[in-house]
């Protein structure tokens, strides 16, 4: 059972209790991420996600660790392009040891300097480590050139020269300024008592940030076309065009399109460029909706004397899809969609993390039998109206690896009319 509750300060709490379990996995999400940041300081939320965990007025970052691994728990956090979510999963005994370490780094943390120059190492190795791997740098470079010049578009992890001169006093000030109880929702999900819960809560969560900061822009899909010559044996590629957000009415409609375009070995992508054809060793289609805008894309690994074959056959698929999809693959799209959801709520940590993002987006929890309704809603005429709608959108075009002979945006754009 579902249950919330709003406290004096803003602050919501949401429980799900999972009987026959003897864990929870609880955390506390904000909204607040990347799109949320100044250019200036670009990468700023990522960073103050990690200095999250490198100490408090109390703790040490090493006691931080050790208070959750001596029980038996595991604790992370990640930032996205519109969220920020700190989080546990431990037996459901040691939950207060769970939340003690949570609220105690969102309201008590330091950011002692030596640590943060610690971790600003740490992070330049991770874009290192991004810049390494084409594929994870593709995917960068493609939302940047989706929304140009916008928060939405640029890199969680922003560039070495913020990264390397970012100060203390801009990560307290971001965390400060944007950080709010309104605009956080502390979720639990498996063996937990709601009143329980709310009581150690709102006994522990009276010091948050009470920022009143407001940088986010909407989004504005433009589109364009990255491309980089580099010395590799497969080209990494990347065609995509403006998607739905999360308020969609074709929303659900687009995830039955993606589906079958592009996911598992039985889709239309995967069977006619790689099992007919052989031109790609992967190839998938992807969602991503924010709260405001969307991106639906297709992702692929060719090599380079397939390109010159691959990109007609892509374009061709894309165009003749909505003509081709038969009534078969929209009820196997459904089935699928609806197979997720519900092997997803088996799971404490995924029933937890989809409260509170759809407390976030929605101002209230979706019960599945809402969702499986609108799935079951989705026929083959909206979801070719979609995949119509979808082409007309500008297009992004995003390449790393060596692309002689991958052709240019303009000419793949004409394949498409």
Not at 171 to 189: G, L, Q, R
Not at 319 to 332: F, M, V
Not at 372 to 400: C, F, G, Q, W, Y
């Amino acid at each position: 059972m579902t249950k919330t509750t709003t406290l004096d300060n803003g602050l919501r709490i949401v429980t799900q209790d999972m009987p026959g379990l003897e864990t929870v996995a609880m955390g506390i999400w904000n909204s607040v991420g990347g799109r949320d940041e100044l250019k200036k300081v670009n990468g700023v939320a990522h960073f103050l996600e990690h200095m999250a965990f490198k100490g408090t007025t109390t703790r040490t970052s090493k006691q931080i660790a050790e208070a959750i691994e001596n029980v038996g728990g595991d604790i992370n956090a990640y930032t996205s392009t519109e969220t920020t979510a700190y989080h546990v999963r431990l037996i459901a005994d040691d939950l207060p040891v769970g939340i003690d370490i949570l609220t105690d780094i969102l309201q008590n943390s330091t950011f002692a300097e030596e640590e943060l120059e610690i971790e600003r190492g740490v992070i330049l190795q991770e874009i290192g480590r991004t810049l390494d791997s084409p594929d994870s740098k593709l995917f960068d470079q493609f939302q940047e050139t989706a929304f140009p010049d916008q928060p939405i578009g640029r890199s969680l992890l922003g560039p070495k020269d913020i990264i390397k001169n970012i100060s203390r006093n801009e990560i307290k000030t971001f965390m400060e300024s944007n950080y709010n109880p309104k605009k956080m929702i502390v979720s639990a999900a498996g063996k937990v008592n709601h009143d329980d819960f709310v009581e150690r809560i709102s006994k522990t969560c009276s010091n948050l940030p009470k920022g009143t900061s407001d940088n986010r822009i909407a989004a504005n899909y433009i589109g364009g076309e990255y491309r980089e010559e580099k010395d590799l044996e497969q080209i990494h590629f990347i065609a995509s065009f403006e998607g739905t957000d999360l308020h969609h009415e074709d929303y659900y409609s687009l995830l039955v399109y993606n589906s079958l375009l592009g996911e598992g070995m039985s889709s239309k992508l995967f069977q006619e460029i790689r099992e007919k054809r052989g031109l790609v060793y992967t190839i998938s289609s992807f969602a991503f909706p924010f709260s405001d805008t969307g991106l639906f894309g297709i992702y692929a690994g060719t090599g380079e004397k397939q390109i010159e074959e691959f990109i007609p056959v892509l374009c061709d698929e894309l165009k003749n899809s909505p003509k081709t999809i038969s009534e078969n693959e929209i009820k196997k799209g459904k089935a699928q969609l609806k197979a997720n959801l519900l092997m997803a709520r088996e799971r404490a940590n995924s029933r937890c993390r989809s409260a509170a993002n759809q407390l976030l987006y929605f101002n209230r929890v979706i019960e599945p039998e809402e969702i499986t309704t609108k799935i079951d809603k989705v026929t083959k005429d909206t979801v070719e109206r979609i995949a119509h709608n979808i082409l007309k959108t500008p297009m992004t075009i995003a390449s790393i690896g060596p692309i002689k002979k991958l052709e240019t945006l303009d000419k793949i754009k004409s394949r498409l009319n």
